[in-house]
């Protein structure tokens, strides 16, 4: 048998062993809940940034809520850690995005649902707002975050989550919720606006990967990724040559960079069009599957957004303040 088949069965073999651990210590983990259910907050475990911001403005001290995956961290690439697993196994309940973001986990996840609460709340997005994965007929784009309105719906799903696994707390759960969404919709006005000031000639957004077409969709830009929807696809010489001659014969100006995402591919698109007589800038950098710093408020989901359309309004010929909606950005942000 080859090396590579020996790892492989290896690998497969750690995981399975690690997947009865983690349901073997389901079941005690669920008495000790029962018993301590109305003394203690809720433990609840979530794969992204985003969904973890919306779940602690809704549960408030009702939750306890812990993000696999922090600042900088690609979630189409992420895998369970042995911790990771240890944790969604004692938690009360599971929350992650779907729509195939977290791809590298799906299987994990769909397996942990059969034995307590695990809810992929992006999934709840009716099929006809999704945009669709241009590589998977049967999948779509996951990105839902990158419009507040219709991330909203999602925080809704979140919300219904909390309250089945929380029901005596609902009220509060509700009024928290209304608080949440009415500072979505200000920043959905606050994108509006901004954007609205870009000429319409430079209402073109060249990033890492292709992570903003709900984005452009609800601004009316057009979004040129050098990778797919997934980071995981490869970004070939072509595509990186396309692009070069659509900064040049076009004018752009300047190009993003992610903080999730090397930013190799970019600077290769920079030095093409340099070759070629134009002169592109980075425009700063984006947060497109991770927020921020954590305790920062890039580290919110309104604040991640915030910084995003400031930056992507200024950078374009935009009118937008310098210090975002609430004039709570970092300074050069």
Do not use: C
Request: hydrophobic letters at 45%; glycine letters at 10%; aromatic letters at 6%.
């Amino acid at each position: 048998m080859r090396t590579g088949s020996i790892l492989g069965l290896r690998r497969i073999a750690l995981a399975a062993g690690l997947m009865l651990l983690a349901l073997a210590a389901l079941a005690p983990g669920q008495v000790r809940a029962e018993a301590g259910q109305a003394a203690r907050p809720l433990s609840v475990v979530v794969t992204t940034g985003m969904i973890a911001d919306a779940a602690r403005r809704i549960g408030g001290d009702h939750v306890e809520v812990r993000a696999l995956m922090g600042a900088g961290v690609d979630p189409h690439a992420y895998r369970q850690t042995r911790s990771d697993i240890a944790a969604m196994a004692r938690a009360d309940l599971v929350l992650w995005h779907g729509l195939y973001l977290e791809a590298q986990m799906e299987g994990f996840l769909k397996e942990l649902a059969a034995r307590k609460p695990v809810v992929a709340v992006a999934e709840s997005l009716p099929r006809e707002l999704l945009i669709s994965h241009v590589d998977y007929a049967d999948k779509y784009d996951p990105h839902v975050w990158m419009d507040p309105r219709l991330w909203s719906r999602v925080v809704e799903a979140v919300r219904e989550a909390l309250v089945a696994a929380r029901p005596e707390a609902e009220k509060t759960f509700a009024v928290n919720t209304e608080a949440y969404l009415a500072e979505l919709a200000r920043l959905a006005a606050y994108s509006d606006k901004v954007f609205a000031s870009v000429p319409e000639s430079a209402r073109v957004l060249v990033t890492a990967h292709d992570a903003f077409s709900y984005f452009g969709r609800a601004q009316g830009f057009e979004v040129l990724g050098i990778q797919g929807i997934s980071t995981q696809s490869e970004a070939g010489l072509q595509r990186v040559a396309e692009l070069v001659d659509i900064l040049v014969d076009r004018r752009i100006r300047a190009v993003f960079v992610e903080s999730s995402v090397s930013d190799r591919s970019i600077r290769a698109l920079i030095e093409g069009a340099a070759a070629k007589g134009h002169t592109v800038a980075i425009g700063g950098e984006l947060f497109s599957d991770a927020m921020g710093q954590e305790g920062t408020y890039e580290g919110t989901y309104p604040g991640m957004i915030d910084h995003n359309a400031t930056l992507i309004s200024r950078a374009l010929g935009g009118d937008a303040p310098e210090r975002g909606m609430a004039g709570r950005l970092a300074a050069g942000s």
